[in-house]
């Protein structure tokens, strides 16, 4: 992994930074074996079900009970029947991955950004949780000094972006990322390809509201821990 990212260079990974980092975040799942390449903690299927019970008096049940994914109209209940922040970013990659087949979320604390969930991405855990980016890798990757602006285009050539391709593997003709403060230290970034087609046509905006309530989430789920 150090080979992909050149070990010459201060954006090298290093699975100890992260655990040192966000361990504190994370720790708090109550599930063991977590995959953050397949799915949620727990399935979304699971979640549905839970919320489906908090939600029993105050709607009919839906007509077709047997669906495999959740539609996105029903994210914010989704989201409610999370209850850590790792399942909110698998039920964020889940959702986002029914719109673009390859999904992966940063986070960003300090100026750098970790892997933390993917979806279709072909990443095992360990090469997931060994990305480390600079925060500016950003710029480097769409042009722009993205706050919390979206971006829908072309990668850029830099050097650093290129040894992120080597990472996912290809180079996708385009890419979207959306980027929203979860606490006022902490960034989750998400990024999505179609590998080497297009961008499916999509609402961002509605991209974005997915992305902006999973954040919503996840800082209602840290509030309670101390890191």
């Not at 839970?50 to 914010?76: A, K, N, T, W, Y």
């Not at 970790?114 to 991405?121: H, I, L, N, V, W």
């Amino acid at each position: 992994m150090k080979q992909d990212w050149d070990d010459k260079t201060s954006e090298t990974v290093g699975t100890e930074s992260y655990r040192r980092l966000v361990q504190a975040e994370i720790s708090f799942s109550r599930a063991t074996g977590y995959d953050k390449e397949k799915t949620a903690v727990v399935p979304l299927q699971e979640l549905a079900r839970r919320e489906e019970q908090r939600l029993r008096q105050r709607r009919p049940p839906p007509e077709d009970s047997s669906r495999r994914f959740i539609p996105v109209g029903e994210i914010i209940d989704v989201l409610r029947a999370a209850r850590s922040v790792e399942e909110v970013a698998g039920v964020l990659v889940e959702m986002v991955a029914n719109m673009i087949p390859r999904v992966l979320l940063l986070w960003e604390r300090a100026d750098t950004l970790y892997g933390f969930a993917s979806r279709g991405m072909g990443l095992e855990e360990v090469k997931l949780l060994t990305i480390e980016l600079p925060r500016d890798f950003l710029q480097q990757l769409t042009g722009l000094d993205l706050e919390l602006d979206s971006y829908r285009g072309p990668p850029r050539q830099a050097e650093l972006v290129r040894r992120f391709y080597r990472v996912l593997g290809g180079h996708p003709p385009e890419i979207v990322v959306v980027p929203v403060y979860v606490t006022p230290r902490d960034r989750w970034v998400l990024y999505a390809d179609a590998g080497e087609e297009p961008v499916p046509a999509l609402e961002l905006r509605l991209l974005e509201v997915l992305v902006s309530r999973a954040g919503a989430r996840a800082d209602l789920l840290l509030e309670g821990h101390s890191f």
